[in-house]
Structure formats: structure tokens, C-alpha cells
């Protein structure tokens, strides 16, 4: 078993671009090894993010603050659709009681 891993080979295993692996040390999910040239992170760390499940893909406070709003912003739009239908809907049947 590897017991130390580069930036790239992590961003094969984890199948991302290592611009992504890179931004995660920057985050502080995933620390490099002291005193070893190169960009090494250690195989224990590795297995133990991947054994809790931490998505490597996490998103930035930025990114979560905007799919939040993307998401309230939907929701809006689907209420007022809804609302419409419903008035549709009443009015169909109005109309259908009127025939």
C-alpha cells in the first residue's frame, strides 16, 4: 500500500482536477507532510477522509451562500407557479360547473 500521496495521484483517486486537491489543503481538510519535498499528504490522512465520507468536493462558504440563495430563489418561483395553477384549476372547474 502507498503510504504518501502527491497532488496529483490524489486527484486521480479521487477523480477531480488537482486544482481541487490544492484548495482543500488551503480549506484545512487535508494537511501536506512536514519535511518531504514535494507536496506529499499522508496515505492514514487520505483513508481517513475517505472512511468518514468527507466529500472531497465540499463546497466554499461562497459556493454553499450561493446555491442557497439559487435555491430560495427556485423555491419562489415554483410557489408562484403553483399559485397559478391553482387559480387555473379553480377557475377550470368554475368554468366545467357552469356548462
Known sequence: MQTIYSVNELAERWGMHPS?????????KLHRLPDIPGVRFSAAEVL???????????????????????IRERDEIIARYHKKF?????ILTEVRRNE
Open 20 to 28: 481541487t486537491v490544492r484548495e482543500m489543503e488551503r480549506d484545512g
Open 86 to 90: 391553482t387559480d387555473m384549476m379553480m
Open 48 to 70: 481517513q477522509l475517505e472512511s468518514v465520507g468527507l466529500d472531497a468536493r465540499a463546497m466554499s462558504a461562497w459556493e454553499r451562500r450561493n446555491l442557497e440563495a439559487q
